[in-house]
T-cell receptor
Framework: GAVVSQHPSRVICKSGTSVKIECRSL??????MFWYRQFPKQSLMLMAT?????????EQGVEKDKFLINHASLTLSTLTVTSAHPEDSSFYIC??????????FGPGTRLTVT | DQQVKQNSPSLSVQEGRISILNCDYT??????FLWYKKYPAEGPTFLIS?????DKNEDGRFTVFLNKSAKHLSLHIVPSQPGDSAVYFC???????????FGTGTSLTVIP
């Protein structure tokens, strides 16, 4: 089956710094990638949809200047959490989708902001 | 507005018995439904899906039922095994686009 990787799997950073999370589709080209956030005991919350070569579409309430998304190639999307604060601590999951295909999820990244 | 709902946050079942997880949706434009399984600190993994032209899809121990008139789907796991203990998310997708809408998840515990 299709494989999506995320890096890093865990990251701890200090308040005010920026963190970049990478999402890669390893064996298929992903025209669309999605970024989700999951709080403890809550559902997956879609943050943004990223299409290769164009600007990401952010969901209502998600600050695009804080969560920078770049989808520079058909196999890589990055999410940068800028000026991170403790409330940004969460589990971030990406998914990648072949054209009109199913979503394949990455293993997630646990971000802790101290 | 939550378009996909899982009203039971948790479920406990004895090993060997049937587990039934339920999911309701509100958008009649959804035409493809999926179930994902998620372990703590991992990404969701695909389990089984069903399109709106069917009312049942079976894959081994897993069966998904779709009742379009009631806008309801369910996942049956039989026989349940301890390794099935996880959080199960249902998801729905519309006719166009790739956006999936997820339910809030049901935590299944299978007791040995």
């Amino acid at each position: 089956g299709a494989v999506v990787s995320q890096h890093p799997s865990r990251v701890i950073c200090k308040s005010g710094t920026s963190v970049k999370i990478e999402c890669r589709s390893l064996d298929f080209q992903a025209t669309t990638m999605f970024w989700y956030r999951q709080f403890p005991k809550q559902s997956l919350m879609l943050m943004a949809t990223s299409n290769e070569g164009s600007k990401a579409t952010y969901e209502q309430g998600v600050e695009k200047d804080k969560f920078l998304i770049n989808h520079a190639s058909l196999t890589l999307s990055t999410l940068t959490v800028t000026s991170a604060h403790p409330e940004d601590s969460s589990f971030y999951i990406c998914s990648a989708s072949p054209l009109q295909g199913q979503q394949y999820f990455g293993p997630g990244t646990r971000l802790t902001v101290t | 507005d939550q378009q996909v709902k899982q009203n039971s946050p948790s479920l406990s079942v004895q090993e060997g018995r049937i587990s039934i997880l339920n999911c309701d949706y509100t958008n009649s434009m959804f035409d493809y439904f999926l179930w994902y399984k998620k372990y703590p600190a991992e990404g969701p993994t695909f389990l089984i899906s069903i399109s709106s032209i069917k009312d049942k899809n079976e894959d081994g121990r897993f069966t998904v039922f779709l009742n379009k008139s009631a806008k309801h789907l369910s996942l049956h796991i039989v026989p349940s095994q301890p390794g099935d203990s996880a959080v199960y998310f249902c998801a729905a997708k519309g006719y166009s686009g790739n956006q999936f809408y997820f339910g809030t998840g049901t935590s299944l515990t299978v007791i040995p």
